[in-house]
């Protein structure tokens, strides 16, 4: 009985993902759980405008917003009351896409500006912005139809980008400096460059995640079938060890 449920309780546990989000700091977080809900208590719900419900990178329906190039989500998260000039910030998404032109996958100061953007491009680069200044771009095409992994920040004077929880180029942070008012997924305010691929799980934190949080954030999101067989194959092991062992004590 005892071997039952461990093994039903290790299928639950190895076959959905671990959910490892760091909350301390955490000022938005959107993970599209059927609804649009902000998962960091601040309220601010997620507005759709056109994006269509998606099945996520483990196969679960409904559970990522896909974007057909005409579509946003707003985000109405007010940075201009969570920030001061040049604070600490952490932006984490995952996105999954085979866009072969400039499109937005977040911007804030949808106005316009660059203010913390990410970008995929032409060639397939991702390209991140931050307070106006390029926080870099990553080592490699990311339109390959496969879901990634990206996080990007600055601790107040350092910035930082990293693709599947591995360091990527990066820039220096420009002095130049707007708190948004909300972000916007898909698209700018003026409509251009709208995005066709998924978005899921948007994370917005006011101070630098360290790498360990932010590959975490990468690795316990990434469903692994051959640990899940792994751990089945020695959980059973466990067990049948424990029972031989009973049985010579006995
Ligand atoms: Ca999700
Ligand atoms: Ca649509």
Known sequence: MLRITLLLFSLLFFSYPVVAIPTNGLIGGWVFSGDETDISGNGNTGIVDGATRTSDRFGVSGSAYSFDGNDKIILPLDLTTELNAGDPITLSLWFQTTSASSQILLAGNPGGGPDFLSLVRSDGLIQTRLYGGSAGFSDSPLNDGQWHHMAWGTDGST???????????????????????????????SGDLRYIGQLDDVLVYDRALSTLEISELADNFIPEPSSLILSLLSLSCLCRFGKSKERKVM
């Open 159 to 189: 910035s930082f980008y990293f693709i599947d929880g591995e360091v990527q180029v990066t820039a220096p942070v420009a002095s130049t400096f707007n708190r948004e008012i909300e972000l916007w997924l898909g698209t700018r305010l």
